[in-house]
Nanobody, 127 residues
Framework: QVQVEESGGGLVQAGGSLSVSCAASGRTFRTYAMGWFRQAPGKEREFVAA????????YYADSVKGRFTISRDSAKNTVYLQMKNLKPEDTAVYYCAARGSPLNVQTAGRKGDYDYWGQGTQVTVSS
C-alpha cells in the first residue's frame, strides 16, 4: 500500500501566500505523476495542478495559473504546492494524489486516473 500524506495549510488573509507539501511512502510504486486537487464545501473536487515525476512537466488549472507553483523533490518523494495571491475562493480542502499512468493536458485533471490519495489539508483564505 502507498501512503500519501499532506502537510501545511492553514489560515491566511487574501493576497497572502501559503505552501502545502505532500510525501509519498510505502511499497514500491512507479509514480508517473503527482497532483493536487481541492474541494470546497458543497462543490465537486477539482483539479489544481500536476507534475510528472521524472522531468517535472507541470499542468495547472486556469484558475490558479500564475499564482500557484507545483514542484517536486524526487529524493524526498515529496511534492509541493506554493500558493501566492490567495483569494477567498481558494478556500478548500487540498488533496494530494499519486498516479502510475502517463498524463497529458487533457488527462491531468481526471480524478479517476489517480491511484492513491491523501486525507487532505484545509486551506482557508479570509477576505
Amino acid at each position: 500500500q502507498v501512503q500519501v500524506e499532506e502537510s501545511g495549510g492553514g489560515l491566511v488573509q487574501a493576497g497572502g501566500s501559503l505552501s502545502v507539501s505532500c510525501a509519498a511512502s510505502g511499497r514500491t510504486f512507479r509514480t508517473y505523476a503527482m497532483g493536487w486537487f481541492r474541494q470546497a464545501p458543497g462543490k465537486e473536487r477539482e483539479f489544481v495542478a500536476a507534475i510528472t515525476w521524472n522531468i517535472g512537466i507541470t499542468y495547472y488549472a486556469d484558475s490558479v495559473k500564475g499564482r500557484f507553483t507545483i514542484s517536486r523533490d524526487s529524493a524526498k518523494n515529496t511534492v509541493y504546492l506554493q500558493m501566492k495571491n490567495l483569494k477567498p475562493e481558494d478556500t478548500a480542502v487540498y488533496y494530494c494524489a499519486a498516479r502510475g499512468s502517463p498524463l497529458n493536458v487533457q488527462t491531468a485533471g481526471r480524478k479517476g486516473d489517480y491511484d492513491y490519495w491523501g486525507q487532505g489539508t484545509q486551506v482557508t483564505v479570509s477576505s
